[in-house]
């Protein structure tokens, strides 16, 4: 249950860093529609680093989802940890706008 909540708090934080610049439209949600309205809804460019940082973010909480029923490994170990470096960079690029 703690991985779901983990991954739970993850996306929760992505999004409250997200809407923290003050966007015009904030961002509801991690997965491929969400991501691409709220581009849509701000005129960001889809090619940004900003936004290949969201798409990579949700695609790795996206394979932890996917993993979660299984014993604990070394790859769902190493993702979860890459998952916090790129929260960290998603902090750092959003403070940088």
């Keep these: 249950m703690s991985e779901f909540n983990n991954r739970i708090e993850l996306q929760r934080e992505v999004i409250?860093?997200?809407?923290?610049a003050k966007f015009k439209?904030?961002?509801?949600g991690?997965?491929?529609n969400a991501i691409e309205r709220w581009l849509m809804d701000n005129r960001l460019d889809s090619e940004s680093d900003l936004t290949k940082l969201l798409y990579t973010?949700?695609?790795k909480l996206?394979?932890?989802?996917n993993k979660s029923q299984e014993q604990i490994t070394n790859s769902y170990k190493k993702i979860s940890s890459e998952i916090s470096s790129l929260v960290q960079?998603?902090?750092?690029?959003?403070?940088e706008n």
């Excluded at 996206?62 to 989802?65: E, K, M, S, Y």
């Excluded at 960079?89 to 403070?95: A, P, Q, S």
């Design 16 to 20: 409250k860093i997200v809407n923290s």
């Design 25 to 28: 439209y904030e961002i509801t």
């Design 89 to 95: 960079n998603l902090r750092d690029k959003i403070t």
């Design 62 to 65: 996206f394979f932890l989802a």
């Design 57 to 59: 973010i949700s695609s």
């Design 30 to 32: 991690l997965s491929k």
